[in-house]
């Protein structure tokens, strides 16, 4: 159940990034591929990161199923490269439309899948420079929280 519903996560995220329409576009992909070209730029890279279990109740009888607490951690990097020398702005401008979309008021993909809302955990920036062009990174950690029977 738990890879399903980390599955059933990363598309909501996808789905509620695409419909944002931030400066991604549609180039939003789950653990993508070579997001770090000039052609694939600016996207939005998601990645499933680490998930911590904690049992909340303790079940009717021997063969009750616990219920368990899941926080599931999502990782999801705002890409762009260029030659520009506004690389941070341009960076900036996407992190802001990826928090806004996945902290808006407004019901999104991600409301049929979490308890509540994804909470923002940390952001961290990575500078690669390739020659004229530049890479840069804003990587924000999200931490969703979901519920599901042991076992299931």
């Known amino acids: 159940?738990?890879?399903?519903?980390?599955?059933?996560?990363?598309q909501a995220f996808k789905q509620t990034l695409i419909q944002a329409a931030t400066a991604a576009g549609t180039r939003v992909r789950?653990?993508?591929?070579?997001?770090?070209?000039?052609?694939?730029?600016?996207g939005i890279d998601i990645?499933?990161?680490d998930e911590e279990v904690?049992?909340?109740?303790?079940?009717?009888?021997?063969?009750?199923a616990r219920t368990l607490m899941r926080e599931f951690r999502v990782e999801v990097h705002g890409v762009i490269a260029t030659a520009s020398d506004d690389y941070r702005t341009q960076a900036s401008s996407l992190h802001q439309?990826?928090?806004?979309?996945?902290?808006?008021?407004?019901p999104t993909f991600l409301d049929a899948v979490l308890r509540e809302r994804p909470?923002?955990?940390?952001?961290?920036?990575?500078?690669?420079?390739?020659g004229s062009k530049v890479v840069?990174?804003?990587?924000?950690?999200?931490?969703?929280?979901y519920s599901a029977k042991e076992g299931a």
Do not use: H, N
């Open 97 to 106: 439309q990826i928090e806004r979309a996945l902290l808006s008021a407004s």
């Open 119 to 130: 909470r923002l955990m940390g952001i961290r920036p990575d500078k690669d420079g390739e």
């Open 54 to 64: 904690a049992a909340v109740s303790m079940g009717a009888g021997q063969t009750g």
């Open 1 to 10: 159940m738990a890879d399903f519903m980390q599955d059933q996560i990363l």
């Open 47 to 49: 990645e499933a990161g």
């Open 30 to 42: 789950i653990e993508g591929v070579d997001m770090r070209s000039a052609l694939a730029t600016p």
């Open 136 to 145: 840069y990174v804003m990587r924000s950690m999200w931490l969703c929280k």
